[in-house]
């Protein structure tokens, strides 16, 4: 978890391990966008292009993967990280999320990185500490090492 901040040109200049990371793919684009129009992610395009697929053929819920398909598109931009490691956010993102001029929390996760607002990064946080030894005791149960 890295604290980062958005400025107010909508820019939130990664940490050195997470530039390292996206700087390591051919393709440079990147695809920012939100599912749940509560936290804005930041896939690498190839990454996101397989999210995008798997939307497109999900048949367990067709209707959850189009609610998800449609917030992508029409919060989502495709950008790229320039030399100073910052990567740009649209507008509509930002202002749907409360991410301008903001403190904000990132975090690498599945090949993405996950942007928190403070509101969502407290919430997350709280639900995170409730039972965190009954968590921990299960997923070692389950084969976690």
Excluded: C
């Amino acid at each position: 978890m890295y604290p980062a901040r958005m400025d107010d040109r909508g820019r939130i200049k990664v940490p050195a391990a997470f530039k390292e990371y996206l700087d390591r793919f051919e393709d440079k684009r990147l695809f920012v966008t939100s599912l749940d129009r509560r936290i804005a992610l930041v896939y690498p395009i190839i990454f996101w292009k397989k999210t995008e697929k798997f939307l497109e053929t999900f048949s367990d819920d067709t209707e959850a993967a189009e609610n998800l398909a449609f917030n992508a598109a029409d919060l989502g931009a495709e950008t790229e990280m320039d030399a100073q490691g910052r990567i740009l956010f649209s507008t509509e993102l930002r202002r749907e999320l409360g991410l301008e001029d903001q403190p904000v929390h990132l975090k690498a996760f599945g090949g993405h990185i996950e942007v928190l607002s403070p509101p969502v990064y407290e919430e997350r946080k709280r639900a995170a500490t409730v039972k965190p030894v009954a968590d921990f005791t299960k997923l070692r149960q389950a084969g976690m090492k």
